[in-house]
């Protein structure tokens, strides 16, 4: 329910909640639980699942690799809500990010009533645009999921205040024009691009896109209530020799950058 | 129906709807660039000077009007119809594509974008935009699933040519989906100064609308070089389906006579039967694939499903949103032509007109010489010859058997994979 992410962020209060984005089924099934599992044992407030898709066009080549091993690997969208279950049993805040065609495809309403019915608190949605959302707006609103679109520096004023407006639970806001990855700063219009929206919801603001360590996520948690980091986990996963270490280095990189929303 | 054709004719201005497909399934970082395109293209529609500035670079450059040909021996295999053959394979850079090209290069300029980019299938688009990009000065990169550039090294290397940098896709299945996917990515990264000239009648509102209305050109000559050929319309109008470009040119101009078929066929690869197709209407479902909805191949839990065609340029698994709608409306019919099909129409077309045309283009030669069966000797039938078939003269004598010799084979670049596919599709 949309208001267990308020909770999220209340608990957080005064600081910025860090947000994990992992693939589900990536490496596996059963290891993506395992790793998201750490990641909130180190201090990832709100988890993020991706719902791997075979056509990601916002996303860079790291998620791109890590999604096309969870597909390779058989993950469907039960699995997606299956993985939901499990982390949200294991004490997780869990929201699911998905491209639109894979939730028009399982059905709107189905979806929706799925992914709350497996405890998810909402779902972001890159490519879904707030012109075409009447379904998805009527489906989150009686599932009462969080509706998370995306606001990004080239977004007028007013495209912000329609954006925003249709948004519960917080406004993702895109730090950089580009697609997703690591990079070695976080976009200069990140800031401006918070503030711009903030004139114009009272929802949490959240900036995501190339974050990726513990002094980019202290930088941006002092003007931003969130900070999300996707590519920074899936790299680790991709370069560690096996579970275990990838598993200690997820729950290094969480715990860094747990220190950095805490501003240490 | 007769509302629902009109709405397929007439998007609702800036929403770009057709019934339920098409309208913007994009990254939120990339709605300000379709603004501002569709603006400079309502504007340069607007615009005696831009239009005037187009027609002569046609007339001047890519050769239009370009001749409707009656194919008298090649309608003795069309039920004894009369064909005509809409010669798009004689603009400059060898098909339709420049029609397109040249309009969108036009708006790049007048938005003072000096970078263009493309995803290219065949290399037939590619080849026309690195064209286009070289006449007006602009800085131009292609992208081209890897598999691509090896079925189509020719057109790669044209594009070499020409200037513009060639980037081989490597990730996912390696094809014109991914290379799509690679320009998106590009664009919204450089959108400030680049313009994504997308090449087919697909994708986020406005390109639908904006790439129908630059290849209007074809239907427009078509229908008065029949009018005069024949003293009244055709009975069908036919040309083969991709993303559908080429046959919304042609379609666009015959929409509103009813009495007029339009026809589509589209890549039934090895059989739709057989799983390996681009069969979108026969085999696909209404989803959502690069910025548009539309029909989508596409498995039970609305993933891509990769395509396959002799083609490359019929080998994309979505096709453009008004396609969708006149399809649903039955204004249009859309059906399936296999591999082995469209090569005997080729060869028919090589052998009996002097002409050979495109392996995409041979589609809707094989669907005419369905069609004419159908409608016997009385029908007139237009088709649209959307390109010439310099550039796959390789696959062509793969599938005939002809021996190239080895070294000619490899500067034509045909990959042993493809050899494989092709002798096991035999």
Redesign the interface.
Known sequence: MSHRLDEAFARASGRAALIGYLPAGFPTARDSVRLINAMVDAGVDIIEVGLP??????D??DI?QAV?IA?RGGT??DVVLTTVAEVTRAGATALVMSY???????GVDRFATGLADAGGVGVIT????P??AGDWVEATDASGLGRV????????DA?IEV?AGMCTGFVYA?ST???TGVRASVGSGARELVERTRARTLLPVAVGIGVSSGAQAREVAQYANGVIVGSAFVRCILQAADATEAERAVGSLARELSEGVRGR | MTSSTQAATRPVTG?GHYGPYG???????L???LDQLDAAFRAAVADPSFTERLDLLHRDYTGRPNPLTQARRFAEHCGGARVYLKREDLNHTGSHKINNVLGQALLADAMGKRRVIAETGAGQHGVATATAAALLGLECTVYMGEEDTHRQALNVARMRLLGAEVVPVT??SRTL?DAI?EA??DW??S??RTHYILGTVTGPAPFPELVRHFHAVIGREARAQVLQAEGRLPDAVVACVGGGSNAMGLFSAFIDDPQVQLRGYEAGGDGVETGRHAARFAAG?P?????A?TY?M?D?????VPSHSISAGLDYPGVGPEHAWLHDTGRAVYQPVNDAEAMEAFQLLCRTEGIIPAIETAHALAGAMRLGAELGPDAVILVNLSGRGDKDVATAARWFGFDLGAGVDAGLGVSAARDAELAEGR
């Open positions: 898709y075979s056509d990601p066009l916002m860079g080549p791109q096309d597909l469907t969208t639109w065609n894979p939730i028009e495809r399982y890159p490519d879904l645009t012109e075409e679109f995306l606001v990004a520096p080239s977004s007028s495209r954006v895109a024009m580009g697609v | 929403s309208g913007r399934f994009v990254p939120e970082a709605i300000a660039a990730v996912g989906k996917n998106m990515r919204v990264t959108v400030d479902a989803g959502v694939l690069h910025g909805r989508v596409q039970e839990w609305g993933q891509t």
